[in-house]
């Protein structure tokens, strides 16, 4: 991996409400408008490493994301991209959601990293920046509540 995209917000809820919600691998429609459906296949649980889930678009767009650590002992969790309907503009994409206490506020900082293989394009990079930063807004709306 080469190239990464990096954000982070503060979210008005303590860690553990935080974490309780987003360790569910198939949290993205609870909370992204612009996810119709987010669904674990087979048997797993949404909590079990190697958990694969399929995102689908309002758009019409999907793709499949493989669950590839989630660490109840530091707020993470770790996904990869392994299929997408489009055809994808990168060969691996790997991002990390974790959580840091704030103790003086509690409040909560999420970090939101994205990273690329080298052959990916300065539009994903860019595309990939501002849906970070919008999927944090909607969080900030979401825990707001």
Sequence with gaps: MSTRVQ???ILNENIDKVWNVLRN???PSKIFPVIQSSVI???STPTTVGAIRVLKWKTG???KQRLLELSDLSHKI?????????TAEVTA???TIKLIRITESNQTL?????EFSADVKKDLINFESKSVSLNL???QKFFSK
């Design 7 to 9: 954000k982070s917000a």
């Design 25 to 27: 691998f198939d949290f």
């Design 41 to 43: 296949e087979g048997d």
């Design 61 to 63: 767009e999907t793709n």
């Design 78 to 86: 770790i996904y990869e991209l392994i299929e997408s309907e489009q």
């Design 93 to 95: 994409y790997i991002s």
């Design 110 to 114: 999420l970090t939101w990293e994205s």
């Design 137 to 139: 807004q909607d969080l």
